[in-house]
């Protein structure tokens, strides 16, 4: 049999080329504080733990910013230092206010810092990713192991957070501490309280145990724990614990995926499309 050659056309409609390729701009009206939670495994490999974040926005023409602060610390001692990073780049660049997102532990940093820390005046929006405002019970899950061994898991986390971020000493007990449940719903939530001129909106997510989307296995053990005592959750937080303000929506991604860490290429997009809608989200509010 014969194959009939393509019609040239039908070729050439492959390459049509799309009037306007670049990707689409999204206007908001104060620029983007990107906060990062516990940890610094993500600042040894990369300029800071939400830099991809940050340059997914940036793409989408948002003034983005992601800078770095003490990865180990009291919930006080980091809200204070998020402040002073709002501060230099309001003298820098002459803003007014920021849109602040806090993924994890940084969204009670926001939270603290608005509330105690009279920030109000220089944050119109925070939006929480996966924030523990309920706490989480892998802090006490951590907290209960041997003190031989939290000792020394302890003194390495602290090594590795003086050694990337020498300007303030780290205390990673103390601040897993204040992310335990018993913590956050019964001391810091009463004494927090939402500013009414700050509006809050929150996203959770889950994968793993109870859903349909995928985890990588080296967080299996934990996802299960979590969903024993708390039910779905992303590996780090619940889905319950993570709902505050507006809640947005519940996404399919993990804890590690939604800093651009250990994602497949198959999800790549996924991550990305999450990082747009939270802009789209504070575009659509006018923030």
Not at 35 to 64: D, E, I, N, Q, W
Not at 101 to 123: F, N, V
Request: aromatic share 10%; with cysteine.
């Amino acid at each position: 049999m014969i194959t009939p050659f393509p019609d040239p056309k039908s070729i050439l409609r492959r390459f049509e080329l799309s009037e306007f390729p670049q990707p689409e701009i999204i206007r908001l009206q104060y620029p983007v504080l990107l906060c990062h939670g516990y940890g610094s495994v993500a600042g040894l490999v990369r300029p800071s733990a939400l830099h991809l974040p940050c340059m997914t926005l940036r793409k989408f023409g948002v003034h983005a910013f992601a800078p770095n602060t003490l990865p180990y610390g009291e919930i006080a001692t980091r809200a204070g230092e998020w402040i002073e990073k709002i501060d230099i780049l309001r003298e820098r660049y002459g803003f007014e206010k920021f849109n602040v997102i806090g993924h994890s532990m940084a969204g009670l940093d926001i939270r603290y810092a608005i509330a105690r820390l009279k920030a109000a005046d220089r944050i119109a929006s925070l939006t929480t990713i996966a924030t523990p405002h309920r706490g989480t019970s892998i802090a006490e899950l951590l907290l209960t192991t041997p003190d031989l061994i939290q000792d020394a898991v302890s003194g390495i986390f602290n090594f590795l957070g003086e050694g990337v971020y020498p300007k303030t000493k780290s205390d990673s007990i103390g601040a897993l501490r204040q992310l335990t449940r018993s913590y956050v719903e019964e001391t810091f939530n009463s004494e927090v309280e939402d500013h009414p001129g700050v509006h809050y909106y929150s996203y959770s997510a889950a994968v793993g145990k109870g859903t349909d989307a995928p985890l990588n296995p080296v967080y299996r053990f934990q996802n299960v724990q979590i969903f024993q005592r708390e039910g779905e959750n992303d590996s780090f937080v619940s889905k319950k614990s993570a709902i505050w303000g507006e809640h947005i929506s519940t996404v399919p991604i993990s804890h590690i995926e939604q800093m651009y860490i250990q994602v497949g290429r198959d999800r790549v997009s996924l991550v990305e499309n999450f990082w747009k809608d939270v802009a789209l989200n504070l575009q659509e509010r006018g923030f």
